[in-house]
């Protein structure tokens, strides 16, 4: 995964929804990268779900799928 594509202001208020009364910058970030890494890991096995059903286009279902397999 090359470039960022979650802006850090999201994971803050991810954060601060959690109950979180402060965020660094390094949690902020450190959370961005694991979850656009799991998020990278579901589209690739959703697509591969929506592929094997003959589709192209990527489904929610497919999606649902794809969290249960990761």
């Given at each position: 995964?090359?470039?960022?594509?979650?802006?850090?202001?999201?994971?803050e208020k991810l954060m601060k929804t959690?109950?979180?009364?402060?965020?660094?910058?390094?949690?902020?970030?450190?959370?961005?990268?694991?979850?656009?890494?799991?998020?990278?890991?579901?589209?690739?096995?959703?697509?591969?779900?929506?592929?094997?059903?003959?589709?192209?286009?990527?489904?929610g279902s497919d999606i649902k799928l794809?969290?249960?397999?990761?």
């Amino acid at each position: 995964m090359a470039k960022k594509m979650i802006p850090l202001a999201a994971m803050e208020k991810l954060m601060k929804t959690a109950g979180a009364g402060r965020v660094a910058d390094k949690a902020k970030a450190v959370l961005r990268d694991h979850l656009e890494e799991f998020a990278e890991k579901v589209s690739q096995n959703a697509v591969k779900y929506a592929s094997h059903s003959g589709r192209k286009t990527v489904k929610g279902s497919d999606i649902k799928l794809a969290v249960g397999h990761n």
